[in-house]
């Protein structure tokens, strides 16, 4: 066999491939749960007033009977963060949680769980619908998650980007790229059954934004730059490290300028030098 550079080029490109391949396998495999894109119409992305009030009503019948929580008074721990820690003021909108049985979907929420890895997903900001999934501390995640989502949704005038979103509330529910949840098994006993779940690769990039902000901000200025970015609509992490590094650079100058009283004191020094230096010069030249 020859091994010609036209050979060489081809086993390179299919190895190429084939690793390619793989990797996007891993990355799939890997995708364990995350949330819908918060649906904010239908999903069919028609979005005029007849389109958007049946999709509407639809939502409504589908979450009769749900469960209400008051955002200014639930004790759940992501809204406790989020109204008494950062003291972003909780919208008066109740919140309706209902949980559903992916099999058992109503219509107008098929489309919004229709990815495998979906478990929970706010609908027009106050709609939360979570999927059962077996185990109790799960769905408490989950719902967790999901609230902050509704939490920030309804306090925001504005649409927050999908980055900001999804950071936030895997921050302020379990804060962790991976989780176990066990329950003893029912069939056999003295058996624990559980499983790990990994945070799809995509959120835990964003949620190491958010983190990294908090990290150089610090946490008493990360949540003032919070609560301004939820109460205004507008996200921008140059201001928190922009003027972190104004700061910095303030204190540089600070530390490094030499007080006044140090510059004179050197200025007269060398004025003392260059006096001696001319008299003795003076009489060196009279000798
Ligand atoms: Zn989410």
Known sequence: MRYTKEWRAEVGFRWTIRVAVVWCALAWALCNRCCASLPEGPPDGSCDRISRERYEAAVRRAFEGAQVIDLRRSRISSVVVLREVIKIPPPPVPVLVKSFRRDHLPPVLKPTFSRPGV???????????????????????ILRHELVHAYITLASPKPLPFWFQEASAVMFSTGKVRKFYGKPSDTQPRMIVGKIVELDPTYRQKLHSLDYLLEKAGRQRFYRWYRKSVMTGQVDPQELL??????????????????????????????????????VSRRVGEV
């Not at 700061?247 to 009283?261: D, I, K, M, N, V």
């Open 119 to 141: 478990c929970g997903a706010t609908i027009l900001g106050r709609y939360v619908a979570v999927l059962e999934t077996g185990f109790d501390k799960e769905f408490e995640d």
């Open 242 to 279: 922009g003027t972190e590094r104004r700061e910095r650079e303030h204190e540089r100058t600070a530390s490094t300028s030499l007080p006044a009283w140090l510059w004179l004191g050197g200025a007269g020094v060398v004025v003392v030098i260059l006096a001696v230096g001319a008299y």
